[in-house]
């Protein structure tokens, strides 16, 4: 196929009765930055489960850097920089042994892989940490320490899927920075993500689904200009059809005052 970092058409996925994806097409371009949008249940980490080669699909084409993850599940993965919603970490391993591990994994020989991890931890600021079992680190040092092995080499495609859960402003600054540079070097970002803000100034394109399907793709800015909407979250709320927000928000705050 062509030079797309991503190019999925018709993709299909099933569990049991429960149609999860129905005929989802998109094609995602070197130096993109794109949000992958949509309601708990939309579909979002299926499709990212799919595209790296965890769970199969059952109908339709995926290709990820030209190769078909159903087949060359570890070739796209060694190019890959991906973070996924559920964090793989060892509690036993700390810091610097998960990313020696990670990058021993990857193919990096033993001196490339303690230097990357030394630079990587100072680079998130968990060097102070580097000795600690993971079991014994915050969820915030314990997703720095992911990111960190996310990106122990060089990729041409980032994933994630909720990147920014549990970090600080800090560290929600550096990463949004970090993946405005690898964009500007060509390297193509999808992430999932429940943070409309984000994905409205970070984001050069939207792709938001519902119940399986997508219901948009384009620029933030022409999505709202086709919706008349101010804001994504505003576009958010008519496409995902998340209306009446404000009543079922009053409806919780009176139920936590009922009495038996």
């Known amino acids: 196929?062509?030079?797309?970092?991503?190019?999925?058409?018709?993709?299909?996925?099933?569990?049991?009765?429960?149609?999860?994806?129905?005929?989802?097409?998109?094609?995602?371009?070197?130096?993109?930055?794109?949000?992958?949008?949509?309601?708990?249940?939309?579909?979002?980490?299926?499709?990212?489960r799919i595209l790296t080669g965890q769970i199969e699909r059952d109908g339709g084409e995926a290709r990820v850097l030209g190769?078909?993850?159903?087949?060359?599940?570890?070739?796209?993965?060694?190019?890959?920089?991906?973070?996924?919603?559920?964090?793989?970490?060892?509690?036993?391993?700390?810091?610097?042994?998960?990313?020696?591990?990670?990058?021993?994994?990857r193919g990096l020989d033993e001196r490339t892989a303690a230097a990357r991890a030394v630079s990587l931890m100072e680079a998130l600021g968990i060097s102070e940490l580097a000795d600690l079992p993971l079991a014994h680190c915050s969820r915030g040092n314990r997703q720095r320490a992911a990111l960190a092995c996310a990106f122990v080499d060089d990729p041409r495609l980032v994933i994630l899927d909720e990147p920014l859960f549990g970090l600080d402003a800090a560290t929600v600054l550096l990463v949004k920075e970090i993946l405005k540079r690898l964009a500007a070097r060509g390297v193509a970002i999808f992430y999932a993500s429940h943070l409309l803000d984000v994905a409205e100034n970070l984001a050069t394109r939207v792709v938001m689904l519902?119940?399986?399907e997508i219901v948009a793709d384009g620029a933030p800015a022409q999505l709202l200009h086709d919706q008349g909407r101010a804001s994504l979250e505003e576009v958010f709320r008519e496409l995902a059809q998340e209306h009446g927000v404000e009543e079922r928000a009053e409806r919780f705050l009176n139920a936590t005052r009922l009495r038996p």
């Open 1 to 48: 196929m062509s030079g797309a970092a991503i190019e999925v058409t018709g993709l299909t996925k099933r569990f049991g009765e429960r149609v999860v994806l129905r005929d989802v097409s998109f094609r995602i371009e070197p130096g993109e930055v794109v949000a992958f949008l949509g309601p708990n249940g939309a579909g979002k980490s299926t499709t990212i």
């Open 210 to 212: 519902r119940e399986g």
């Open 67 to 105: 190769l078909d993850p159903r087949t060359d599940a570890d070739a796209i993965r060694r190019q890959l920089a991906f973070l996924p919603e559920q964090v793989p970490l060892y509690d036993v391993l700390t810091p610097r042994e998960q990313l020696e591990f990670v990058a021993g994994v």
